[in-house]
């Protein structure tokens, strides 16, 4: 008798691990309900802060990375627009030259330079 009542508490959870079986409805497709718990989700208000401090810390990092990379283009494009700059300043130097005389247009080449100094 001691074995019967040593396997009768293991029947118990097989029972409660076990398929239940074909539903009288017809409606096999559906999972079983699970009883309606409305607190189950909530957190405590210590967990809820330290998950809005990580939040701000990941949107500050990502806020970071995002000017980083903004101010990365914005070299870039300055990088261009630079060697635009001296390449129609180059072409129109050389048209210059082709119509004037070679010491006026280097004078034009020197005043330019001095004016950007100053008023840089």
Same mark, same amino acid.
């Given at each position: 008798m001691s074995t019967g009542k040593t396997t009768t508490?293991?029947? !118990? =959870?097989?029972t %409660?691990?076990?398929?239940? !079986?074909m539903r009288k409805n017809g409606k096999q497709w559906?999972?079983? /309900?699970?009883?309606?718990?409305? %607190?189950r989700g909530l957190k405590s208000?210590?967990?809820? %802060?330290?998950?809005r401090a990580l939040m701000?810390? =990941?949107k500050a990092k990502e806020k970071e990375m995002k000017e980083e990379k903004e101010q990365e283009h914005k070299q870039r494009v300055a990088a261009? /627009?630079? /060697?635009?700059?001296r390449k129609a300043e180059k072409e129109r130097y050389e048209e210059l030259e082709a119509k004037m005389h070679k010491k006026r247009v280097e004078r034009l080449k020197? /005043?330019?330079k001095r004016n950007k100094m100053i008023n840089s």
């Open positions: 508490p293991a029947a !118990g =959870v097989a %409660t691990s076990k398929p239940l !079986g559906h999972e079983p /309900k699970k009883a309606f718990r409305p %607190t208000y210590e967990k809820r %802060t330290q998950e701000a810390q =990941v261009i /627009k630079e /060697k635009r700059e020197r /005043k330019e």
